[in-house]
């Protein structure tokens, strides 16, 4: 008999089906023993009763665990009214089950995962990964972030950009620090790379318009909700711009995509999170750094109005004041000092101490940064010196602008922050499949490994 998947079954009342899945749970009443029976497609009730017999191994009902490799043969039926579930797919029907076939066995679970929530500490999840993602609610972190990509790529390509690849593996630091892995390349020092950003803007002189899904590392030495030491960035870079108004109404076209797909796609799942998408207005807020500033102190007293950039604290609460004045849950602050930024950002000719650069806040936290970058070759190399680099490191780059470049710009989503916010996750950890950080690759890493 043809496997039938578990979304399928409703179209099959009356029908034997060969179902096979892992068993979510079990639940045992009598002589009736329930199964929640999983697969990619969804999930489904199986009724055990005498009449099931056990297939190889001679295996019953009773016999059967918790994350246990099954395949079930039985028959659709349609459930009493009184016990119909209205938030399951299959709630209106059940498999009444004629023979159970184990294919593999599960070990004793390290916890009980037929909870809602996993009563379990975030060390734990992630030292038992491959069993922890299968719980419904960290599942779903990664089906709402399928679609986050998915809607970014298809706008992106709607917008005439070409997807392309770059690689991690760098001959220098792309933007110049200590926060960066060197790694030994044969005889040679290499880097992992912080960003694709000077792939990307010499791909600018091939088709224009590009985005890269793109691993990004970062030597940051600390341990937060917030940060990862690797993550995806979602990069994208275009050329013929007027200004860097331009990024920014590309950015607001690609999250407002994303909110659209992931309300519309994934609705199931943001009910498990009792998650919204951020309130944003017809036209996304946007105020310079300095004014942010300005606004935070009136508020609340707090003076930073020197600072090079905001801190976490003030991205919270110009946050609150944009969702009090615009009922926008998102802000654009744009205009960062130009010693702060990359050597490739270009500054704004009327006040060269600042830049056409920006971040896209969202609910408290950088979701975005981007702006215009600098397209004459000179000046990338003036900059490149200023900055306290050497240009022979960035001879390929240079290449680009040498043989001319339009006027561009481009911005970076973080994937995982954007989940994690959308979600409303309290670490940044859960929205990462195995997240890497100070203290972890894959597995806790020991004192004396972190302290190298």
């Given at each position: 008999?043809?496997?039938?998947?578990?979304?399928?079954?409703?179209?099959?009342?009356?029908?034997?089906?060969?179902?096979?899945?892992?068993?979510?749970?079990?639940?045992?009443?009598?002589?009736?023993?329930?199964?929640?029976?999983?697969?990619?497609?969804?999930?489904?009730?199986?009724?055990?009763?005498?009449?099931?017999?056990?297939?190889?191994?001679?295996?019953?009902?009773?016999?059967?665990?918790?994350?246990?490799?099954?395949?079930?043969?039985?028959?659709?039926?349609?459930?009493?009214?009184?016990?119909?579930?209205?938030?399951?797919?299959?709630?209106?029907?059940?498999?009444?089950?004629?023979?159970?076939?184990?294919?593999?066995?599960?070990?004793?679970?390290?916890?009980?995962?037929?909870?809602?929530?996993?009563?379990?500490?975030?060390?734990?999840?992630?030292?038992?990964?491959?069993?922890?993602?299968?719980?419904?609610?960290?599942?779903?972190?990664?089906?709402?972030?399928?679609?986050?990509?998915?809607?970014?790529?298809?706008?992106?390509?709607?917008?005439?950009?070409?997807e392309i690849q770059v690689p991690t593996i760098v001959p220098t630091a792309t933007e110049g620090g200590s926060q960066v892995f060197k790694i030994k390349y044969f005889d040679a020092e290499a880097f992992l790379g912080q960003s694709p950003q000077l792939y990307k803007q010499i791909m600018v002189g091939v088709f224009e318009r590009v985005f890269t899904l793109a691993h990004a590392y970062r030597a940051e030495p600390s341990v937060t909700t917030r940060h990862m030491t690797e993550y995806l960035g979602l990069d994208a870079e275009m050329g013929f711009i007027d200004d860097f108004q331009d990024i920014m109404d590309m950015v607001e076209k690609v999250v407002k995509n994303m909110f659209e797909r992931v309300e519309k796609e994934r609705s199931e799942e943001l009910a498990i999170f009792s998650a919204t998408v951020p309130k944003i207005s017809e036209k996304i807020p946007c105020m310079k750094m300095r004014e942010a500033q300005q606004v935070i102190f009136e508020r609340t007293g707090r003076d930073n109005r020197n600072e090079p950039d905001l801190e976490p604290e003030d991205e919270r609460e110009i946050c609150r004041f944009s969702l009090e004045k615009y009922d926008s849950e998102l802000i654009f602050i744009t205009h960062y000092p130009t010693k702060k930024r990359p050597f490739y950002t270009y500054a704004d000719p009327k006040d060269p101490e600042f830049t056409?650069?920006?971040?896209?806040?969202?609910?408290?936290?950088?979701?975005?940064?981007?702006?215009?970058?600098?397209?004459?070759?000179?000046?990338?190399?003036?900059?490149?010196?200023?900055?306290?680099?050497?240009?022979?490191?960035?001879?390929?780059?240079?290449?680009?602008?040498?043989?001319?470049?339009?006027?561009?710009?481009?911005?970076?989503?973080?994937?995982?922050?954007?989940?994690?916010?959308?979600?409303?996750?309290?670490?940044i950890r859960e929205a990462s499949l195995f997240p890497r950080d100070m203290e972890r690759i894959d597995k806790k890493l020991s004192v004396k490994k972190v302290e190298k």
């Open positions: 008999m043809q496997r039938t998947l578990v979304n399928e079954t409703p179209e099959k009342v009356g029908q034997e089906v060969l179902l096979k899945g892992w068993v979510s749970t079990r639940r045992d009443h009598g002589k009736l023993i329930f199964i929640d029976l999983r697969d990619r497609s969804g999930l489904v009730q199986v009724v055990c009763g005498d009449q099931a017999k056990g297939g190889t191994g001679r295996y019953f009902p009773k016999d059967l665990r918790t994350e246990w490799v099954v395949e079930i043969s039985g028959m659709v039926k349609e459930r009493p009214i009184k016990l119909i579930n209205e938030k399951l797919l299959t709630g209106k029907i059940e498999i009444e089950a004629k023979e159970i076939k184990v294919i593999a066995q599960s070990e004793e679970l390290p916890f009980d995962t037929g909870l809602p929530v996993l009563n379990a500490s975030l060390p734990m999840v992630l030292d038992y990964r491959p069993l922890s993602l299968r719980h419904p609610r960290n599942k779903a972190v990664f089906q709402v972030q399928e679609t986050i990509i998915s809607s970014f790529r298809e706008t992106l390509k709607k917008e005439g950009f070409t056409n650069s920006f971040d896209l806040l969202g609910r408290g936290l950088e979701w975005v940064t981007g702006g215009q970058r600098i397209n004459e070759y000179q000046k990338l190399l003036d900059n490149i010196k200023k900055w306290g680099n050497k240009p022979e490191d960035f001879d390929l780059y240079l290449q680009a602008f040498k043989y001319g470049m339009p006027p561009e710009g481009g911005f970076c989503l973080g994937a995982e922050r954007i989940t994690m916010q959308i979600l409303g996750l309290e670490n």
